[in-house]
């Protein structure tokens, strides 16, 4: 029987033959059932093989705009039993609280290009602008760099070996944030996939690419977001995959 592996390799050089010549919507079709075919196979052999006592997380780690929440609900897929957690969720609570604004206005704000616009409700910054601001300059020079880390290990704690064998963050990029949950969980459950996207950089954002050195190497992996959604999705199975046998 052949591995993941091995079938992944046999369908992305079929479909390195298919693209060379036009691509008309049955060949596309042909490629995206056979893509189907291999995240269902291995959402089965992940749901057989995977118990509580290995559970993974996944902390996405990119550039604004990189594709860091479309990997995440292609991982979604594949993780089944996953949970989607964020560090921005407590600080979304307190920047509305701050600003008094409330929590459904600020979802309708904060879409890929609403969350650029300043906003007079937010004193002119914009609500990636008002983020930094709470985050750096409110909250962790007097509760510390790690706070937002320690507020989502409280939430995993609390549900993750209950209810799920994975958890996926789409939004990396502290190190100080990582480090409650790798001390909770454990180093070697913990993996950091770091997406590059041409054009995209971290140009006025707090975050970056992150390396701990608490963080295996090999549990570090990296992603390049330059062609289109069918080869992402391919290498993010080869992750996946990956991930799993850890």
Request: net charge positive.
């Amino acid at each position: 029987m052949l591995t993941f592996i091995e079938k992944y390799a046999i369908i992305k050089t079929l479909r390195t033959h298919v693209y060379r010549i036009p691509q008309t919507k049955t060949y596309k079709l042909e490629i995206k059932s056979h893509v189907q075919h291999e995240i269902n196979e291995n959402v089965i052999q992940i749901n057989k093989q995977h118990t509580r006592s290995n559970m993974k997380i996944i902390i996405m780690n990119g550039a604004p705009s990189s594709g860091k929440d479309q990997c995440s609900l292609f991982l979604r897929k594949l993780f089944p039993s996953s949970l989607h957690f964020s560090f921005k969720r407590k600080l979304i609570s307190l920047t509305c609280m701050i600003y008094d604004v409330d929590r459904a206005i600020w979802d309708s704000w904060y879409t890929t290009e609403g969350k650029e616009i300043p906003r007079k409700e937010l004193n002119g910054l914009s609500c990636r602008q008002a983020l930094i601001f709470v985050s750096e300059e409110v909250i962790k020079p007097k509760f510390g760099e790690s706070y937002f880390g320690v507020q989502e290990c409280k939430l995993l704690s609390s549900v993750l070996e209950k209810d799920y064998t994975f958890a996926i963050s789409s939004d990396g990029g502290f190190e100080q944030e990582l480090k409650p949950i790798a001390d909770k969980f454990g180093c070697n459950n913990v993996n950091i996939i770091q997406l590059h996207r041409p054009g995209k950089t971290f140009e006025g954002d707090s975050r970056s690419f992150i390396n701990p050195v608490f963080i295996p190497s090999e549990n570090i992996h990296i992603l390049y977001n330059d062609k289109d959604l069918l080869e992402l999705e391919y290498k993010l199975l080869e992750i996946a995959n990956r991930i799993r046998n850890t």
